[in-house]
């Protein structure tokens, strides 16, 4: 069955680094744009980045535009999310999800969601 | 970026009752638009995609409608393991956005 599992979460100070990873398994992984979503108990659900099936096409949020970047790669079924120079509102529980269309385009729906990964921004 | 409001913000119903929810669009996203549940400390799933199409394996009591600018999501007989709370969600545009959530609970 299709599963991700999200990792690399913890607490870091503002202005530092943290690298999320996404572990994809049970689906053609390379047939599909991947995601990455974050939740905040103020925010809400917000979308944050998408990288395209081949790995060429990156989209981002503009709240994380030239701080964070996002990355796959489909020999090994993994994503991951670069995130740099952190801000206190970036902390938020962070998934990645499977875009909704295979090898259709970038629909920017989500099918299937990690379980989340938690990243707590704070001195 | 495009504003999705949803009504009410909670919601209790009965075993076997029914539910409805709105969403609302700042401007026309046409079908655009997806309903997510979630579970206490789970990920949301995808129940409903272009604005009534069940997902594959979500039981016939979830049903969506709307076109344009406002939307209706409804459960019917309402069973205890759909407590949890329901998100729009719309891709029209970019970047794609997400109602602020409903929460169900039990009378």
């Known amino acids: 069955q299709v599963q991700l599992v999200d990792s690399g979460g913890g607490v870091v100070q503002p202005g530092r680094s943290l690298r999320l990873s996404c572990a994809a398994s049970?689906?053609?992984?390379?047939?599909?744009?991947i995601h990455w979503v974050r939740q905040t108990p103020g925010k809400g659900l917000e979308w944050v980045a998408v990288?395209?099936?081949?790995?060429?096409?990156?989209y981002y949020a503009d709240s994380v535009k030239g701080r964070f970047i996002i990355s796959r790669d489909n020999s090994k079924n993994t994503l991951s999310l670069q995130m740099n120079n952190l801000r206190t509102e970036d902390t938020a529980v962070y998934y990645c999800?499977?875009?909704?269309?295979?090898?259709?385009?970038?629909?920017?729906?989500?099918?299937?969601w990690g379980q989340g990964t938690l990243v707590t921004v704070s001195s | 970026d495009i504003q999705m409001t949803q009504s009410p913000y909670f919601l209790s119903a009965s075993v076997g009752g029914r539910v409805t929810i709105t969403c609302q669009a700042s401007?026309?996203?046409?079908?655009?638009l997806n309903w997510y549940q979630q579970k206490p400390g789970k990920a949301p799933e995808l129940l409903i995609f272009?604005?009534?199409n069940l997902q594959t394996g979500v039981p016939s009591r979830f049903s969506g409608s709307g076109s344009g600018t406002h939307f209706t999501f409804t459960i019917s007989n309402l069973q205890p393991e759909d407590i949890a709370t329901y998100y729009c969600?719309?891709?029209?545009?970019?970047?794609?956005?997400f109602g602020p959530g409903t929460k169900v609970d039990f009378k």
């Open positions: 401007q026309d996203i046409g079908n655009y």
């Open positions: 969600q719309q891709y029209d545009d970019l970047p794609p956005t």
């Open positions: 049970g689906f053609s992984f390379r047939k599909y744009a």
């Open positions: 272009d604005a009534s």
């Open positions: 990288v395209s099936e081949d790995g060429k096409n990156r």
């Open positions: 999800a499977r875009d909704a269309g295979q090898l259709a385009g970038i629909t920017y729906y989500f099918d299937y």
